[in-house]
T-cell receptor, first 116, second 114 residues
């Protein structure tokens, strides 16, 4: 199993450009998440999804969009990139909540984005 | 609002020293608690978790954590650190009542001197 796969690993954007960060998981997890990690700030939730066709905002959704057309894929789109979006982005997935499921997150390797 | 506080942002230890990283959370209901570790250049991975039962939980690589409900704390410990423990450690909380969101602390960077 590959787990959670993110692409690209690195990207430099100019202000105002758009791009999509790809995320796919092969563990048949219903829940998927996008976090951004900034130094000294921990991880902040951008968007999450509890299943195909269902998405919702997290703590810091402004400037981002997501879609969930399949269980496996959860792309994150940046429209009109801004320097404040310079960060490391992590995609994660987890099993659905249940009696024995603790909600452990499985992370991708991260995508480092710089907006200049 | 729910939050997770990690007491130390940077910790420097010599090999064989004991480690304790503090974590407190603000949420009154039932929670699942986690410590994740991020080694240099790698993604986050689970170190240990508390779900229910024995409040002292053991994880990988000799780490353990104790859940003290009355103090809303979940401190991470290791009796003797190694150089390979150099990493960033994140405490995380997931409310167990209808929420899907895991809330992370700001992280603690641990550097172990050989």
């Amino acid at each position: 199993n590959a787990g959670v796969t993110q692409t690209p690993k690195f990207r430099i954007l100019k202000i105002g450009q758009s791009m999509t960060l790809q995320c796919t998981q092969d563990m048949n997890h219903n829940y998927m998440y996008w976090y951004r990690q900034d130094p000294g700030m921990g991880l902040k939730l951008i968007y999450y999804s509890v299943g195909a066709g269902i998405t919702d905002k997290g703590e810091v959704p402004n400037g981002y969009n997501v879609s969930r057309s399949t269980t496996e894929d959860f792309p994150l789109r940046l429209e009109l990139a801004a320097p404040s979006q310079t960060s490391v982005y992590f995609c994660a997935s987890s099993y659905s909540l249940g009696a024995t499921n603790t909600g452990e997150l499985f992370f991708g390797e991260g995508s480092r984005l710089t907006v200049l | 609002a729910q939050s997770v506080s990690q007491h130390n942002h940077h910790v420097i230890l010599s090999e064989a020293a004991s480690l304790e990283l503090g974590c407190n959370y603000s949420y009154g209901g039932t929670v699942n608690l986690f410590w994740y570790v991020q080694y240099p250049g790698q993604h986050l991975q689970l170190l240990l978790k508390y779900f229910s039962g024995d409040p002292l939980v053991k994880g990988i690589k000799g780490f353990e954590a104790e859940f003290i409900k009355s103090k809303f704390s979940f401190n991470l410990r290791k009796p003797s650190v190694q150089w390979s423990d150099t990493a960033e450690y994140f405490c995380a909380v997931r409310p167990n009542t209808g929420g899907f969101k895991t809330i992370f602390g700001a992280g603690t960077r641990l550097f172990v001197k050989a």
